[in-house]
C-alpha cells in the first residue's frame, strides 16, 4: 500500500525557519512527481510546491517561491521542504503527495504554525 | 493559469443523489479535472479523475456510488445512494505543467 508520512511541522515564530520531511513507501519513489499541499486552518486546499521524478524541474506557488524550496533523495524515498523567513500566514497543515497528472495518495499531513 | 470554480454548499437526503459541479475557466475548458474528498478531521482522499469526453477513472477502493461526467467547461460528481459517511468537503483539481489549482471546495451535507 502506498504510505506518505509527514513529519518535521510545529511552533516557529515569524521569520524562522522549519525543515519538513516526508517518507515514501509502498510504491517506486523515482516514477512519480511529488507534490506539497498545505490548508490553513479551517480553509481549503493549496497546492505549493512540487518536483519531478528525477528532481530537475521544481514548480511553486507565488507566495512562497523564494522562501521554500522543494527537494527529494530517492535513495531515502524522501521528500521535504525546506522553509525560510515564515510568515503567519504560512500557518497551516501541510500535505505530502504523489502525482500522476493529479495527486492521487495523500499524507496525512504535519501541522506548521508561524505565531509570536 | 486555469482557474476552478464549485458551489460552496450543497445538500441531499440519505438515500438520495446528488451531482456536485467544477466549472473550469473558458481557456482551459478542455483540462482534466481529479475530485478528492475530505471527510471531517481526516486528510483528504483522491476519489476519480474526469476528462472532457466524461470519461472517469476512480482511485483504488473507491464505491460504485460514485462517478464522473462533463459537458463543456464543466465537470461532475455523482454520488448515488447517499450514506452518512459521503458527508465532506470535495474538492475539485485541475494542473498543467507549472502549477496544480483547487477549488474552493463544496461542502456536502447528508440530511
Known amino acids: 500500500d502506498v504510505q506518505l508520512v509527514e513529519s518535521g511541522g510545529g511552533l516557529v515564530q515569524p521569520g524562522g525557519s522549519l525543515r519538513l520531511s516526508c517518507a515514501a513507501s509502498?510504491?517506486?519513489?523515482?516514477?512519480?512527481?511529488m507534490s506539497w499541499v498545505r490548508q490553513a486552518p479551517g480553509k481549503g486546499l493549496e497546492w505549493v510546491a512540487n518536483i519531478k521524478r528525477g528532481g530537475g524541474d521544481k514548480f511553486y506557488v507565488d507566495s512562497v517561491r523564494g522562501r521554500f524550496t522543494i527537494s527529494r533523495d530517492s535513495a531515502k524515498n524522501s521528500l521535504y521542504l525546506q522553509m525560510n523567513n515564515l510568515r503567519v500566514e504560512d500557518t497551516a497543515l501541510y500535505y505530502c503527495?504523489?502525482?500522476?497528472?493529479?495527486?492521487?495518495?495523500w499524507g496525512q499531513g504535519t501541522l506548521v504554525t508561524v505565531s509570536s | 493559469q486555469p482557474v476552478v470554480t464549485q458551489s460552496s454548499s450543497a445538500s441531499a437526503s440519505l438515500g438520495s443523489s446528488v451531482k456536485l459541479t467544477c466549472t473550469l475557466s473558458?481557456?482551459?475548458?478542455?483540462?482534466?479535472i481529479a475530485w478528492h474528498q475530505q471527510q471531517p478531521g481526516k486528510a483528504p482522499r483522491y476519489l476519480m479523475k474526469v476528462e472532457g469526453s466524461g470519461r472517469f477513472n476512480k482511485g483504488s477502493g473507491i464505491p460504485d456510488r460514485f462517478s464522473g461526467s462533463s459537458s463543456g467547461a464543466d465537470r461532475y460528481l455523482s454520488i448515488s445512494n447517499l450514506q452518512s459517511e459521503d458527508e465532506a468537503q470535495y474538492y475539485c483539481e485541475t494542473w498543467d505543467i507549472t502549477t496544480h489549482v483547487f477549488g474552493g471546495g463544496t461542502k456536502l451535507t447528508v440530511l
Open positions: 503527495a504523489r502525482e500522476d497528472d493529479s495527486v492521487d495518495y
Open positions: 473558458s481557456a482551459h475548458s478542455h483540462y482534466i
Open positions: 509502498g510504491f517506486i519513489f523515482s516514477d512519480y512527481w
